[in-house]
């Protein structure tokens, strides 16, 4: 049975739930309870450190686990892309943050006819960080003349970094550009410090702190210059360093009102790869409060050699640009079901390579791996795994599905 036929079975009341060792393999799983657990302790986390969270809907696009983190206290939405602000403005999200400057015709219009309106239901806040940038937004704003001025975050950046002005004293100036013009207000600043290179430590990157203090110091400078309409929105954090961000950030930093957002996105599902490693609620870094909720279940097609076993999954069913998954566990086809026993010793078991549908493992020697043994893997960097999957199963802690996610990508 596949993954949606089983997802969507057990959804039906004339139906009786459909067990996960049911589903045809490979299949691509998440742990309902490890879903709601996360979503929870990050608002918390959040709350205790008093910073809002909009959380990056580019994780996963699904409109379930948007209600979830809502109703958890979600002060928005980050969006990557013009498409994405779409369909979050269509879910309803009062809030999205598009974490990427505004540079094409046609996602300008849109904008400006759906939520620069004085009905709009949903607040735009964008990026900007070059004057370039800016010339094309304005002359799209004098032509289209949108009922509201367009919010706009000033992105600082760093040498060999994505987008961002680099120069302080030109961000300083493009803020004054920016609040000096009509069609657009400045409504904060933004930073990404997630990408800035690391050494071998999984602590935060060492320039990420002097990357935050030029945020600090610009926002002080556009809000002493009374440049910001409001209380200005400082926005930075991934998944990774989130707790950085909210020391160097949060409020114990400020002597003036400042909203503080983190952008973090896969903290939802969390991992068993890197950010189990560099989370500040991952186990290898921090507390261990989030917990791994994919999994990938797939069978052993051959041991063809000794040590060597080939299975059913490659690249086009697990991401792998951050590291291969990781075996948890193995099981007989038949003991997979919901009760059955523990799962084989598989210390040493080592996904070592992967083609398009095939993954080359290494196991002991003389180890014996049957045929149709179902492999349990964890997987690293969660945006590639809703990237590979339509439909997704939910399952519960007795391992029947419950349910589906159905990413909007």
Request: proline content about 6%; some cysteine; charged content about 20%.
């Amino acid at each position: 049975m596949s993954g949606r036929h089983a997802a969507a079975g057990a959804g039906s009341g004339s139906r009786a739930a459909v067990a996960a060792a049911d589903l045809e393999l490979p299949a691509m799983l998440l742990h309902d309870d490890a879903l709601d657990h996360n979503v929870r302790a990050m608002a918390d986390w959040c709350r205790a450190a008093g910073v809002q969270l909009a959380p990056h809907a580019k994780t996963h696009m699904s409109r379930d686990l948007v209600r979830r983190q809502t109703a958890a206290g979600a002060w928005g939405f980050t969006a990557a892309t013009p498409a994405q602000v779409r369909t979050l403005a269509g879910w309803g999200v009062a809030r999205v943050l598009h974490a990427n400057p505004l540079v094409d015709r046609a996602s300008i219009a849109w904008v400006a006819e759906h939520l620069l309106t004085a009905g709009s239901a949903t607040e735009y806040l964008g990026y900007v960080e070059s004057d370039a940038g800016l010339d094309l937004l304005l002359a799209e704003l004098d032509r289209l003349q949108p009922a509201r001025p367009l919010p706009l975050l000033l992105e600082l950046g760093f040498r060999g970094g994505r987008t961002g002005v680099r120069d302080d004293h030109a961000a300083l100036a493009l803020a004054e550009r920016v609040a000096g013009a009509d069609r657009v207000r400045l409504a904060g600043v933004s930073a990404f410090e997630g990408l800035m290179p690391v050494g071998d430590d999984p602590g935060a990157p060492p320039g990420s702190v002097d990357l935050l203090a030029r945020v600090r110091a610009l926002v002080t400078a556009v809000t002493d210059q009374g440049l910001v309409a409001g209380v200005p929105v400082v926005t930075a954090g991934g998944s990774s360093y989130f707790d950085l961000v909210a020391r160097e950030l949060g409020p114990a930093m400020w002597d003036r009102p400042v909203t503080t957002v983190l952008r973090s996105g896969c903290y939802v599902t969390h991992d068993h790869g890197v950010y189990r490693r560099t989370s500040p609620l991952g186990a290898d870094r921090g507390t261990g409060a989030l917990r791994p909720a994919f999994e990938l279940r797939a069978s052993v097609l051959s041991a063809p050699e000794d040590g060597l076993v080939i299975a059913g999954f490659g690249r086009r069913e697990v991401p792998t640009d951050d590291r291969l998954p990781v075996v948890l566990g193995a099981l007989a086809r038949e003991g997979a079901a919901a009760g059955s026993a523990a799962s084989a010793d598989v210390a040493g078991w080592e996904v070592t390579a992967v083609n398009d549908h095939h993954a080359f493992l290494r196991v002991p020697p003389g180890t014996a791996v049957a045929p149709g043994t179902v492999l349990r893997l964890g997987i690293s960097h969660p945006c590639g795994a809703f990237d590979r999957w339509r439909h997704i199963p939910l399952v519960d802690a007795g391992d029947r599905v419950v349910g589906e996610i159905t990413p909007r990508l």
